[in-house]
């Protein structure tokens, strides 16, 4: 079944041009402007979190309800996951190394609390 999709608001151009070609191939790696493109995977991953985890540190331990995050549609989490995969790729050494772990860090957290929780109640 078709799930709701990820936003699209400051999405990185790279994911766009992905989906547009039906995830055929990955983008061109040497095309993307790293400091540009960790810019726009942080706003567009804020973006789709719940309003208590879009400011402050990325990764927040505390819980709450990431209901808003449960997206299953063709263009669900896997974008999210292509994106890390495009940046971490696109790094050789830079300096936004550090922002990429905290990003997976943050986003393998978010997936274990989906993973933990049903109907928006956590399981104990």
Known sequence: SQGKALPTKGRPAAVAWWIGRARARDPPVTEVDVKRFSSDFVTWWRGMNPAWRRDG??????????AVMK????????????ALKWWRRALTGSASAEEWAACVDDVVWVLRQMAGQRDGATRE
Request: proline share 5%; net charge negative; glycine share 18%.
């Open 71 to 82: 997206t299953s549609g063709i263009n669900g989490f896997l974008s999210v996951l292509m």
């Open 57 to 66: 540190p990325l990764l927040q331990d505390e819980g709450g309800d990431l």
